[in-house]
């Protein structure tokens, strides 16, 4: 008997639902904006995350060959001071040869590697958009700086205030 009583007053409510539903819409909208947003920041931070993983293998890479040339590379010898900025992918013919390069051959062979590496000379792609590898040599430590640094779009901290040298790898290595 009850329930008969409750919707006996349909014609004063008309129209109700219709309103309620335009609420919720609204607010479902906005919280799947919301989420877009997560998603997408989440993306980014994950891109982000994979070029500083990939800078990393490129520095500690060229670390290892430098070691591998140990001759070449102590007191800075052909190593220091190098760009991959206007750098040759030209790769020694030794590097084919039977008796092999010798060390200076090896540290030419070395940086064009790795110049073909940043640049993403024959793969077809780089592996980080605008590569650039530096290294230094510190004659007083005795101490090389190898670094990697690429173009990404800038992030912001938690305040809003831009992040410095986010885009930028720096290891030093001393042989």
């Not at 230094?136 to 831009?162: K, L, M, P």
Request: charged share 20%.
């Amino acid at each position: 008997m009850k329930m008969i009583k409750i919707f006996e007053n349909t014609k004063t409510c008309r129209g109700f639902t219709l309103i309620e539903i335009l609420v919720t819409m609204v607010i479902l909208a906005v919280g799947l904006l919301g989420l877009a947003g997560l998603v997408m920041d989440g993306m980014r931070n994950n891109q982000g995350a994979y070029l500083r993983t990939q800078a990393s293998i490129l520095a500690y890479d060229m670390a290892d060959r430098m070691r591998a040339n140990h001759s070449r590379a102590t007191g800075g010898g052909d190593y220091a001071g190098f760009s991959t900025v206007g750098a040759s992918t030209a790769i020694p013919a030794c590097t084919t040869d039977a008796a092999g390069c010798t060390p200076a051959e090896q540290a030419i062979a070395d940086k064009a590697q790795w110049t073909s590496q940043l640049q993403g000379v024959g793969a077809g792609m780089a592996v980080l958009p605008g590569g650039v590898g530096e290294i230094a040599y510190d004659a007083g430590s005795n101490t090389f700086t190898v670094s990697v640094s690429w173009q990404e779009i800038e992030r912001e901290g938690d305040a809003g205030e831009a992040i410095a040298d986010d885009n930028k790898y720096e290891m030093r290595v001393s042989l």
